[in-house]
C-alpha cells in the first residue's frame, strides 16, 4: 500500500513559470516531509523539506506547502529554469531513521 | 570530500549469482541506508543502520543481507540473485544529530540479473 502518492508521473512547463508538484499521503503520523531532485544517472539529492507543525517552508525559487488536513503538500518552483528539469520525489519520515517515497513527477522545463 | 562511494557503478549477474554491493561514506555520519529504486515505484527501503553495529530490515529485505563493517561502510550482499533484483541500488547515510532528516545519497549501481 502506498502511503506517500505522487499522481502525476510528468509534467511540462514553460522556462520562467511556476511549476507544481503535488503530494499525497496516507499515514497522519509522519510528521516530516522532504522533496528530493534527481538527475538520470546520479543519486536523488536534498531540495527542501517542512515539519507538520508549519504549513510553509521557502528557499530562494522553492517553496513547500503542507494541508495536513488534506494529508497533502505541494512543491513550488518560481521561476521555473531548464536546470530543474528532473524527477521529483517527495518523502516522509516514517519514526526516526526511514523515509517512505512517493513515486516520483518527472518535471520538463521547456524553452 | 567524495561523500557517498558506491561501488561497482554497473554489474549483470546470471541468475543464482552472488554479489556483494559496497558503500563507503566519509562523512562522519552515524546511519547508513540501501534502498531500490524500481520504475514507477520510488525508492523503497532495503534494510538501515542506525548506528555501527546495528541493522534492521526495513520495506523489502528478502533476498538481501547487509554487513555494517564499520563506521563508513554498509555493504549489501545478493546470495543468489534473481531477475526481480533487476533495479538501481542507492546507499544513503545521515547524520541522526543534524536538523532536516535529510539523508545524503550516493550514485547508484545499476544491477541487471538475467
Known amino acids: 500500500d502506498q502511503q506517500v502518492k505522487q499522481n502525476s508521473p510528468s509534467l511540462s512547463v514553460q522556462e520562467g513559470r511556476i511549476s507544481i508538484l503535488n503530494c499525497d499521503y496516507t499515514n497522519s503520523m509522519f510528521d516530516y516531509f522532504l522533496w528530493y531532485k534527481k538527475y538520470p544517472a546520479e543519486g536523488p539529492t536534498f531540495l527542501i523539506s517542512?515539519?507538520?507543525?508549519?504549513d510553509k517552508n521557502e528557499d530562494g525559487r522553492f517553496t513547500v506547502f503542507l494541508n495536513k488536513s488534506a494529508k497533502h503538500l505541494s512543491l513550488h518552483i518560481v521561476p521555473s529554469q531548464p536546470g530543474d528539469s528532473a524527477v521529483y520525489f517527495c518523502a516522509a519520515m516514517q519514526g526516526a531513521q526511514k523515509l517512505v517515497f512517493g513515486q516520483g513527477t518527472r518535471l520538463t522545463i521547456n524553452p | 570530500n567524495a561523500g557517498v562511494t558506491q561501488t561497482p557503478k554497473f554489474q549483470v549477474l546470471k541468475t543464482g549469482q552472488s554479489m556483494t554491493l559496497q558503500c563507503a561514506q566519509d562523512?562522519?555520519?552515524?546511519?547508513m541506508y540501501w534502498y531500490r529504486q524500481d520504475p514507477g515505484m520510488g525508492l523503497r527501503l532495503i534494510y538501515y543502520s542506525a548506528s555501527e553495529g546495528t541493522t534492521d530490515k526495513g520495506e523489502v529485505p528478502n533476498g538481501y543481507n547487509v554487513s555494517r563493517l564499520n563506521k563508513r561502510e554498509f555493504s549489501l550482499r545478493l546470495e543468489s540473485a534473481a531477475p526481480s533484483q533487476t533495479s538501481v541500488y542507492f546507499c544513503a547515510s545521515r547524520d541522526p544529530r543534524g536538523v532536516y532528516y535529510e539523508q545524503y545519497f550516493g550514485p547508484g549501481t545499476r544491477l541487471t540479473v538475467t
Open positions: 562523512m562522519n555520519h552515524n546511519s
Open positions: 517542512i515539519s507538520s507543525i508549519k
